[in-house]
């Protein structure tokens, strides 16, 4: 095919999203290199991601020309090899094995406390805040690490276990405020560093583990951000662990991203360069993995407050880029642009979802009502 007709598939494409190419509103894109339409229709997502990278086209506005493409269903019109085979070889083994889990820590979890402590709040909190009377990211995040303590009814002298603890925000926000015990558990070495620091002084253990080594008891237990990384093939494993741990009557947190639809890998893109084996769950697929296992007594969906998060990381981010440039370089700059304000693009154009359920072991709680 000339390249005359590669940019005109791709022109036809972006026609449907309103989004032009060498156009002039915030949305469109501009191209320094014809071969962008050949990479976008041979390699998807992942052409079109990297040849950002490279510097091939820009765009003033990622993160509205990302919700437009999705929201027009455009990249679903792109079907490449290199997915087919994504897709068939995730179906045909486990790919968040014990083994395997330990690759995004390294990949994207130990880059650099550096740029984490620039880029996110105060507490270091790497998941969606919320904003219902939030101004400020701070605000947010303590306001969500709020409401998820009054969702789990977490009492003093409560022990509770947090599944993928990041930083040690949460685990320390709740043993300062709820007056609880907690054990944290990542595969971030370079997180589990900064939390044993961050929480040195209050009733927190931090340790390097994977979730299935987990064998002992809990009034309460939580998971922010982590099922993503767990895998479809995982998700009973995982609520059997929960409820081998959690306590008759205690209440488990479950937070995370969700989509609409059952899916074996994530985007191309965001597999290579942000989360690899990582996927996101969708509603059935939660819900049959705790079937006679638990009681569903909350579904909250905030997911407009993960586009308003990712855009205030992705303004500290560039704030605070002069200071990290000389480490990380351009083409890792224009990699976490592009990863920020596509992801908030997703949200904005309601293909992801920010998904807080709460279960129940026996049902052994009572009348639950949940907080907002």
């Known amino acids: 095919m000339p390249s005359a007709r590669y940019r005109k598939r791709i022109e036809e494409l972006f026609t449907r999203a309103d989004v032009a190419v ?6 469109d894109i501009t191209v320094s290199n014809e071969n962008l339409f050949r990479r976008m229709l041979a390699h998807g997502s992942l052409g079109f991601g ?3 990278m490279d510097g091939w086209w820009d765009c003033e506005r990622i993160d509205q020309l990302i919700c437009r493409l999705l929201g027009a ?8 090899c290199g997915a087919v085979l994504a897709s ?3 179906r045909l083994s486990n790919r968040q094995t014990p083994a395997r889990s330990l690759r995004v820590g390294k990949l994207h979890y130990d880059i650099g406390n550096d740029l984490y402590q620039l880029m996110l709040d105060s507490r270091m909190i790497y998941s969606c805040a919320y904003w219902k009377d939030a101004a400020t990211l701070d605000a947010a995040q303590e306001d969500k690490l709020d409401l998820i303590c009054r969702k789990l009814r977490l009492e003093p002298g409560m022990r509770l276990l947090d599944i993928g603890c990041g930083w040690g925000g949460l685990a320390g926000f709740a043993a300062e405020r709820y007056g609880v015990e907690v054990v944290g558990v990542t595969i971030s070495r370079e997180q589990a560093s900064l939390a044993v620091e961050r929480c040195r002084g209050l009733p927190v253990r931090i340790r390097l583990q994977d979730y299935r080594e987990l064998d002992e008891s809990f009034d309460r237990i939580v998971s922010v951000g982590m099922f993503e990384h767990v895998g479809y093939k995982n998700y009973r494993t995982f609520m059997s662990v929960v409820d081998r741990c959690l306590k008759k009557g205690g209440l488990l947190l479950l937070h995370t991203i969700g989509g609409n639809r059952p899916v074996a890998t994530t985007d191309p893109w965001i597999e290579r360069y942000i989360f690899p084996n990582g996927m996101l769950p969708s509603a059935d ?3 049959s993995s705790i079937e006679g296992l638990f009681i569903l007594e909350d579904w909250h969906n905030f997911g407009p407050d ?3 998060t990712l855009m ?3 303004r500290r981010f560039e704030d605070a880029w002069p200071h990290l440039e000389g480490r990380y370089g ?3 700059h224009r990699m976490w642009r592009y990863y920020l304000l596509s992801c908030a693009g997703a949200f904005r154009a309601r293909v992801n979802h920010l998904w807080q359920v709460v279960l129940a072991k026996d049902g052994a709680c009572g009348c639950y009502r949940p907080a907002r």
């Open 88 to 90: 068939i070889r995730a």
């Open 73 to 80: 269903g455009v990249d679903r019109q792109v079907r490449t």
């Open 312 to 314: 205030a990381w992705w």
């Open 330 to 332: 351009e083409r890792f």
């Open 306 to 308: 993960y586009d308003m």
């Open 50 to 52: 990297e040849a950002y």
């Open 22 to 27: 060498d156009g002039n509103r915030p949305w």
């Open 285 to 287: 697929r939660i819900t």
